[in-house]
């Protein structure tokens, strides 16, 4: 049983940068394809970036691309998210995500396994 937990979330103004972290234990993160989503009030929860277990491989939604970063150091068993340019737009809960499945389906929730509490990040404009 995987644990998750995200640190780094709070209020930024926009054009900041605020870098999320999501520690793992319980299990080792370089099995597990990792992921980073979101949910904004009011919305559904929607994908923000994923890593493969390498790491070699990580694509993002267009929302984001180019400035939201992910990345993951396995020997610390951690995954980053780092962000930049940050919008009023960004203001959701995110939470990262760990799927046992091999890659492929990264941007669907039901492929992730464990998830993390949440880390709130509010962009003020």
């Known amino acids: 049983q995987v644990q998750l937990v995200e640190s780094g979330g709070g209020l930024v103004q926009a054009g900041g940068s605020l870098r999320l972290s999501c520690a793992a234990s319980?299990?080792?993160?370089?099995?597990?394809?990792m992921g980073w989503f979101r949910q904004a009030p009011g919305k559904e929860r929607e994908f923000v970036a994923a890593s493969s277990r390498s790491g070699s491989n990580t694509p993002s939604a267009d929302s984001v691309k180019g400035r939201f970063t992910i990345s993951r150091d396995n020997a610390k068993n951690t995954v980053y998210l780092q962000m930049n340019s940050l919008k009023p737009e960004d203001t959701a809960v995110y939470y990262c995500?760990?799927?046992?499945?091999?890659?492929?389906?990264?941007?669907?929730?039901?492929?992730?396994?464990?998830w993390g509490q949440g880390t709130q990040v509010t962009v003020s404009s």
């Open positions: 995500a760990a799927s046992r499945a091999p890659w492929g389906p990264f941007i669907r929730e039901y492929a992730y396994n464990y």
């Open positions: 319980g299990g080792t993160l370089s099995t597990y394809v």
